[in-house]
């Protein structure tokens, strides 16, 4: 049987138990799991504060408003990290600043060059995530199970961009 | 209690439940995601599909007996397509989705605050960019699911889904037992296994 305590768990326990959180999310919140429109979210949230003016697209306003299932969202990724460094501790796993694999993937053991390719890297996946609406939690968890057809072709997309970028870029790790 | 403030507890506690799913099956880590992105390691892809199955059943049970409604995306074919590869192409070089960049912040990768941060001003650039690219690119689309297409209830291409997963997930583990891809420190790193245990590197496929 799983334990709290455990290390690592079957990626099946751990994919049932996530998906079961679709539960929660249509019956409380009328919503389906997302994590990204949280960015916006916040994003939009900090930067109206240097720019006030950003309020003014309807895109942001529809996302910065105070309603449930804007800020489900947000507390829902605080709520990843927050499970997942008790996860952490319970397991006592300890990690690295930076995960091993990138003195490999990336050819150099620079922190900085590391720091830099992943602000790039987020930055991308956002940018990539908002244009298609979703990410690997809306249109891939949320998407697929729905049946829906634009979810399909964003996931397939995804993984296309993925294995493309991770086999041309990156050496292997 | 206001709604929003119920919305945000029950999201947090939702959360914890998924970032915990999220380190357990050490999905989140680097090495899982860039591992699964170069084929070398499948745990991504166990745990994304078990998570589908579920999501699956769960819903051809709430919707079939009518308690939800679905709440399919639209589809927007080119920004579904561009958005999609500029998200992988993202989600490679980060080594985390959107949601996994929380679980790595949480357990304290430093890199992941930098990928935070670009995400939070790759979202704001979007929003700047969205006006224009609303026009050239996004446009609207009707909310496709593929069962209507077939014309069968929902509930029944939701069973059908879930039992051509729960399928492939049983080919995959036959060839790819979930444990092989852990490593020894549970991070997908395969090169340190590999010196500590003086074996020679098997070949991914």
Redesign the interface.
Known sequence: M?SFL????????????????????????????G??S???T???F??SWGAPS?LK????AR?VV????N??????????????????KM?G?K?H??????T??LGSPS?AL??????????????????????????????????????????????????????L??R?? | MG??A??????????????????????????II???????NF?ML??????????????AV?NGFG???????????A??????????????????????????????????L???????????????A??W??KA??GT?P?????D?VGIP?WQ??IA?AAAIVVL?FVMERLRP?RDD?RTD???????AVAESGGRMVPAE
């Open positions: 799983p455990d290390k690592a768990w079957s990626p099946y326990v751990a994919g049932v138990a996530i998906g079961l959180l679709q539960i929660p999310a249509f019956l409380m919140v009328e919503t389906a799991l994590a990204s949280s960015y916006v916040v994003g939009a900090l930067a950003l697209i309807d895109y942001v996302h105070a309603n449930a299932k800020w489900w969202q947000v507390a829902l990724v605080v709520g990843i990290a927050i499970g997942a460094f008790i996860s952490m397991s796993a990690r600043a930076i995960s091993p694999i990138w490999r993937a922190p590391r720091y830099a390719v992943a602000f790039t890297a987020g930055f991308i996946m956002l940018f990539g995530a908002r244009i298609a609406d979703g990410c690997t939690s809306g249109h891939g968890l949320s998407g697929l199970a729905q049946l829906s057809v634009g979810s399909t072709v964003a996931v397939v997309a995804m993984f296309a961009g993925g294995i493309v970028v991770a086999s870029m990156l292997r790790i | 709604t929003v119920l919305g945000v507890l029950s999201g947090l506690l939702m959360g914890i439940v998924f970032g915990f799913a999220l380190e357990k099956s050490r999905v989140f880590e680097p090495g860039v591992g699964q992105m170069q084929l070398s745990i166990k745990v994304f599909l078990t998570a589908v199955a579920t999501g699956a059943l769960v819903l709430l308690f939800v409604k679905l709440q399919p995306k639209a589809a927007l074919y920004a579904d397509a561009v958005g999609g590869v500029l998200l992988g192409a993202g989600i490679a070089l980060a080594g985390a989705c959107p949601g996994t960049t929380l679980a790595q912040i949480g357990v304290g990768y430093r890199d992941a930098f990928t935070l941060a670009g995400g939070l001003f790759g979202a704001v650039a979007f929003s700047y969205q006006p690219l609303d690119l996004i689309g909310k496709l699911i593929f069962s297409l929902y291409g939701a889904l997930l979930w852990l549970n991070d997908g790193n395969a090169r340190s």
